[in-house]
């Protein structure tokens, strides 16, 4: 089972205990918030909207979530393809071939970046 069926039998799993806790609790009830004041309002609708909305908090705060992901990772490919364009630069100044078309990069280069030469490291 995948990850996301799994988060699917989950929330169907919760939406149901959450109808038979609404179903079970029809008495109309009096509300308090802040300012407003609501009475007789059924308690399916207060457990029901009270569902709702904590849900939408949680997809508000994934989504920011993934977009402040996006850009950092965003951020750190271009700094990937500065550093590229560096060590190309690097490379072409001391006469070896450019990243990407070496097919052997561990052959011509040491463990620590040093010239191999005639079998050892300068």
């Not at 069926?5 to 308090?32: G, K, T």
């Not at 994934?62 to 190309?88: A, P, S, T």
């Amino acid at each position: 089972m995948s990850k996301a069926q799994i988060y699917f039998v989950l929330a169907l799993v919760l939406a149901v205990l959450v109808a038979v806790f609404a179903v079970q609790n029809l008495e109309p009830v009096s509300i308090n918030f802040l300012f407003w004041h609501l009475d007789g309002i059924s308690k399916v609708l207060v457990i029901l909207f009270s569902t709702m909305a904590g849900a939408l908090a949680v997809l508000f705060l994934g989504v920011w979530w993934h977009f402040r992901r996006y850009l950092y990772i965003r951020r750190l490919e271009g700094e990937v393809q500065k550093l590229r364009g560096e060590l190309n630069s690097c490379k072409k100044a001391a006469g070896l071939p450019p990243a990407g078309e070496s097919s052997d990069v561990g052959s011509s280069l040491g463990e620590a970046g040093t010239e191999k030469q005639n079998g050892t490291y300068a």
